[in-house]
């Protein structure tokens, strides 16, 4: 059995204890990062397995061939990343899919994700988002991966290295116009950040900040096309009074 196993994001008590549980058991663990993982086991004094695989972005056909292959002889295999979850802007997609045409079965755990953390964190309308991980590193490029979703209603969220949130919230003040958004910051760390406001506030307050750690930001929807089901429409709802 394969396990996607969800890694913390910063705090190392968000850790499961069904995560825990399956690290223990696990034959073989594949990691992102062998090293980071070898820091959260032995956090949790969880004795190394068997084996631990590196399966980074770059090999991970090689090493999803090589998985496979531990699968079908019975080994228990559980996936994690540097953190958060396996396959959402990190590696494991492919293993998942590998896994599939095998036949094999696996489970995802619930865990840890900076996802829905920032995305109620941002106050925005969280009755439908789009997730659109990381946006290219270029100007054009970016520019026109987030034009795409400029007349969609639903709350986009977006992964952003520090160097580039600047880059980011004037690629999306050109694109999307002046929308509420909000950037999150070291999530569930100890300078953990969330701040919000118009994206031209937000450029004006990060075009010559200094930021580390990886950052989420969150875009308001075209509000003008209306999301069925949102709250704030449902608010203009009168409702219906039963008759007596």
């Known amino acids: 059995m394969l396990y996607l196993v969800p890694t913390p994001i910063g705090n190392l ?3 499961t204890l069904r995560a825990l549980e399956v690290l223990k058991a696990a034959q073989v663990i594949a990691a992102e990062d062998t090293r980071r993982t070898r820091q959260l086991l032995s956090h949790f004094a969880i004795p190394c397995p068997e084996r631990l695989v590196a399966y980074r972005e770059h090999r991970e056909e090689s090493a999803g061939r090589f998985l496979v292959e531990l699968l079908r002889q019975g080994k228990t295999v559980a996936l994690c990343t540097d953190g958060g979850f396996p396959g959402i802007s990190d590696p494991g997609y ?6 599939i045409e095998a036949g094999l079965p696996f489970s ?5 994700s900076a996802v829905p953390v920032a995305l109620v964190s941002s106050g925005l309308p969280t009755s439908s988002y789009t997730f659109k991980g990381y946006p290219p590193r270029r100007g054009g490029p970016r520019r026109r991966f987030l034009e795409t979703d400029k007349d969609s209603p639903h709350t986009l969220v977006l992964f952003e290295s520090p160097y ?3 880059s980011t919230l004037e690629a999306a003040l050109e694109a999307l116009g002046n929308r509420r958004a909000a950037v999150c ?3 569930t760390k100890k300078f953990e950040s969330v701040t919000r406001g118009t994206l031209a506030e ?9 930021i580390k750690g990886e950052a989420t930001i969150v875009i308001e929807g075209n509000r003008q096309r209306p999301v069925a089901g949102d709250e704030e429409d449902s608010l203009d709802e009168t409702p219906e009074v039963p008759a007596v």
């Not at 492919?94 to 896994?99: E, F, G, I, Q, S």
């Not at 995802?108 to 840890?112: T, W």
Request: aromatic share 4%; hydrophobic share 50%.
């Open 164 to 166: 580039r949130v600047a």
């Open 202 to 210: 937000l450029l004006a307050g990060f075009r010559d900040r200094s």
């Open 108 to 112: 995802v755990l619930p865990g840890p």
């Open 13 to 15: 008590g968000d850790l």
């Open 185 to 187: 910051l070291e999530l």
């Open 94 to 99: 492919r293993l998942v899919t590998a896994v």
